[in-house]
C-alpha cells in the first residue's frame, strides 16, 4: 500500500516537473494545477487566486467546479478571510472540518465551495513573492495528511514559479502589441496627414473638408482611412512620375 502511495507520488512529481519545463500558457497552467490538487487531495472542489498587485487583492482565477460568472471578478483583499490570511502570511492553513466556523473565514454567497467541511489553503509563491493561493475543499469531513499538505506546498512553491514568469512573458508580449498598436497609429496619422495635404493642394479645400472628404470616402467605400491615404499618395506619387517622365521625352 505504501509503495502505491509513493509511486502515485513519484507520478505527480514528474506531472510537476513536466509543467515547469513546459511552455504553457497562465490559463493552461492554472488548468494542471487543478488537475494536481485533485490528483493529490481527491478534493471535491479546488480554487486558485492570483495576486492583483496594483489593488493588493487576491482574484479568483480558476475553478474546478464551474464559476464563470466569477472567474477575474470575485476578489478577496490579502489578509481578509481564510484565504486572504494565506496570502499575507504565506502559510498554509488546513481545516479538518467546520472551516466555515473558523474566526478568520468569509463565505461568498456565489461559492458552494464555502459551505464544505474541510478546507486546505496553500500560497503560490515565487523566490518568496506572493503569486497567489489554491485552496482545495472537501464535502465532509476530512484530515489532510502531512504528505498531502506537503504536496499541495511543493506544487504551490514549484508552479508558483512557473505561473510568474509565464504572466511575466505574457506580460511582455501585451506591452509590446501596444507598442506596435502605437507605432501604427502613428503611422496611420501621418499618411493621413500627407493624404489631406495633397487633397487641400489638389481641390483648393480646407483641412477640415479634407479630413472630411477622406472619412466619407472611407465609410462609403467600407475602407480604412489608411487605405485611402496610401492610395493618394501613390496616385500623386505616380502622377508626379508620370509627369517627370514626360518632360524628360520633350527635352530629349
Known sequence: MRMAIADAEVGLLHRVSNIVSSELSVDEILGEVLSLAAQATACDACLIYLLDQQSNE???HASQVPHAADLGKLR???GEGVTG???EHKSAVALEKDAFADPRFKRFQTLIEDTYEAF?????V????????????HR?????SREEIGVMKFIGEQLGVTISKSMLEQENARLMEETAEMRRELETRKLVERAKG????KFGISEEDAYFRLRNQ???LRRPMRALAEAIILSEDLDRDSSASSRDERVA
Open 85 to 87: 490570511w494565506v496570502a
Open 198 to 201: 495633397l487633397l487641400q493642394q
Open 120 to 124: 486546505l489553503s496553500v500560497p503560490l
Open 126 to 137: 515565487s523566490a518568496g513573492d506572493l503569486i497567489g493561493v489554491i485552496n482545495v475543499h
Open 58 to 60: 487576491m482574484v479568483l
Open 218 to 220: 472611407s465609410r462609403r
Open 140 to 144: 465532509q469531513p476530512h484530515k489532510h
Open 76 to 78: 478577496i483583499k490579502v
